[in-house]
């Protein structure tokens, strides 16, 4: 039986590690050729072993890389079906607004938000060729909720990806191309781990808020970008995908 990617190409940004690792491995799974694009070569190239696939070293917030990824994906598997523009950072100095400066806002701003601007600028034109096919952008639950843990220019960003996602779904919709944001709730990541081992009160915030009482693992949160990549959610565009636990729709959680 075919897989449910069979004969597509797909190509994961920040496909080194997290979300993005387990996403380019279940597509291969699934049938796809996968290009990973990482700044991280060594977890990068060995992501691309394990998927037999394609290792591009790209800095998703350059033209010229960005070009250059899409260009050598095509040529070496004859088009793309598939965006999962994946990559993004949230770091320690960004917090408050009243505490994030200048050069942290720019900073998350352009990985989080302008790498998906000009993934979908120069990518979906490669899926025009092909008659249509599956951009997924990675928002955040934090694009449809505020948090007084904040990290404000994170949240701008991934708010920023949702509506862009919203807008290229609309444009597109006619000719193929579906777009979708997809929006975790809090992953079970080292950055979480650290956080539990640095702050367990702080992190105990954040864990009580979620009515499953556990943060997603990264292969759950895949297997929605696989959905979203499949023909089978082939009626789900300009969507906010939220696979969260119920965070989002939760008032008061389980004792």
Known sequence: M??????KVAVVTGGSSGIGREAAVRFAEEG?????VDLADGPGEEVARLTEGLFVHADVTRIGDVKSMYAESAERYGGIDVLFNNAGISPPDDASILETEEDAWERVQNINLKSVYLCCKYGIPYLLERG???????????????????????????????????????QFARQGVRVNALCPGPVNTPLLQELFAKDPEKAQRRLVHLPMGRFAEAREIANAALFLASDESSYVNASTFLVDGGLAGAYVTPE
């Open 2 to 7: 075919a897989g449910r990617l069979e004969g």
């Open 32 to 36: 796809a050729k996968v290009c990973v």
């Open 132 to 170: 249509g096919g599956s951009v997924i952008n990675t928002a955040s639950f934090v694009a449809v909720m505020g948090a007084a843990t904040s990290q404000i220019s994170y949240t701008a960003s991934k708010g920023g990806v949702l509506a862009m996602s919203r807008e290229l779904g609309v």
